[in-house]
């Protein structure tokens, strides 16, 4: 708790918040004069409902920004770890606030995206085993099934049962469980559509 507390600790948590804040598909949707995300759809601004504009690029674009940003997040924490000898709970509290500033973000009025694949992007940083498993989880249920509300759910209750095995620091395996929650969190209106099978498919239009 005091690293977390420190000079480094807090300024990465708070670099973290701000760099979450980058909403790709609002970034990428007014570089393509495309409509704001959030004003149609599903009015979330991620790749899926960026896709729903028919610009493919545009949604390719989105997903891997928003990786990116929980990826460099958490190694700019791992590597101040390093240098300055942080703890394990430092990454932590990274890992977890880049994601809430992805779902809330400072830039545009906190209201932000689910957070599927920035918090693919933490994995990554984090343990690239557990960050494979769910991608593979997720791209095998989102081709099949062509549900990607379906495909992140799934990928995410798996998420921290597979830290529990490939994931050796305690904290890093509660910020994985604390990311899964924040995620099914943000998706309750989908599991709500996909229980009542109203749940739009990937690629459906506007």
């Avoid at 000898?85 to 209201?111: I, Q, S």
């Amino acid at each position: 708790m005091a690293d977390i507390l420190s000079v480094w600790g807090l300024a990465a948590v708070v670099a973290a918040y701000l760099i979450g804040s980058l909403s790709f598909a609002v970034i990428v949707s007014k570089f393509y004069g495309l409509d704001d995300p959030r004003s149609y759809g599903s009015g979330n601004p991620g790749a899926t409902n960026v896709l729903r504009s028919g610009r493919k690029k545009a949604a390719a674009l989105t997903l891997l920004g928003d990786a990116l940003k929980g990826l460099v997040a958490v190694l700019l924490a791992r590597w101040l770890q390093s240098y300055f000898g942080l703890a394990d709970e430092v990454v932590a509290a990274v890992a977890v606030t880049v994601l809430v500033g992805h779902m809330w973000p400072l830039f545009f009025g906190f209201k932000g995206g689910k957070g599927v694949a920035t918090a693919l992007g933490v994995l990554l940083a984090l343990s690239w085993p557990v960050a494979l498993i769910c991608a593979a989880v997720w791209l095998m249920m989102a081709f099949g099934l062509k549900i990607s509300s379906l495909a992140a759910l799934t990928a995410t209750v798996i998420s921290p049962l597979a830290a529990m095995f490939l994931v050796q620091q305690p904290s890093w395996q509660t910020a994985i469980a604390v990311i899964a929650a924040l995620v099914l969190l943000r998706h309750r209106s989908n599991i709500q559509n996909l229980l009542s099978g109203k749940e739009s498919k990937i690629g459906s239009g506007k």
